[in-house]
Nanobody, 123 residues
């Protein structure tokens, strides 16, 4: 069992930056690829970024490529999402998720989810 707790969300203005963190419980954090997903009101949850077990491989949604960076620190059981040049359309609840298969690309299912953290970007 892995428990995930996100933090770092908030209200910012367009063009600002935020860094989200997701801390995992347990000793098996590096057994999982990790991802960030988001969901806006009235929209389906969408993949934002993923990273491999080692952190050496990453993937991004086209909408955030070049602005967001996913990284992880396995010694701290933490995955991060650095978000720069934020836009109002980035407003959503952001979730981190763990994938036992090891894939850093978008997947339809994840084994474990956090509770989410709200990011609101004003124009």
């Amino acid at each position: 069992q892995v428990q995930l707790v996100e933090s770092g969300g908030g209200l910012v203005q367009a063009g600002d930056s935020l860094r989200l963190s997701c801390v995992a419980s347990g000793r098996t954090f590096n057994h999982y690829a990790m991802a960030w997903l988001r969901q806006s009101p009235g929209k389906e949850r969408e993949f934002v970024a993923g990273t491999s077990r080692s952190g050496l491989r990453t993937s991004y949604a086209d909408s955030v490529k070049g602005r967001f960076t996913i990284s992880r620190d396995n010694a701290k059981n933490t995955v991060y999402l650095q978000m720069n040049s934020l836009k109002p359309e980035d407003t959503a609840i952001y979730y981190c998720a763990a994938d036992a298969s090891g894939s850093w690309y978008a997947r339809s299912q994840y084994e474990f989810w956090g509770q989410g953290t709200q990011v609101t970007v004003s124009s």
